[in-house]
């Protein structure tokens, strides 16, 4: 299976459990902080370094998600 690289705001619901606009603000808020434009994605690392979870946990949940 291949490993995810881009997280949306299911993607990071799987992982924190938090409410589907919250984790819309999560990434909103990861984008401001690293500049990115609009069109711009927010890569897995971005969000672990963000929330202060290892990558490979997070790619471990999503494997299990599905």
């Not at 984790?23 to 500049?35: D, G």
């Amino acid at each position: 299976m291949k490993e995810k690289l881009i997280m949306d705001a299911v993607d990071v619901h799987a992982v924190t459990h938090y409410s589907i606009g919250h984790c819309r603000r999560i990434l909103r808020k990861i984008k401001s902080l690293k500049s990115k434009l609009k069109h711009q994605k927010v890569t897995v690392e971005e969000v672990s370094e963000y929330l202060g979870i290892s990558s490979e946990q997070i790619r471990n949940v999503l494997q299990k998600t599905g």
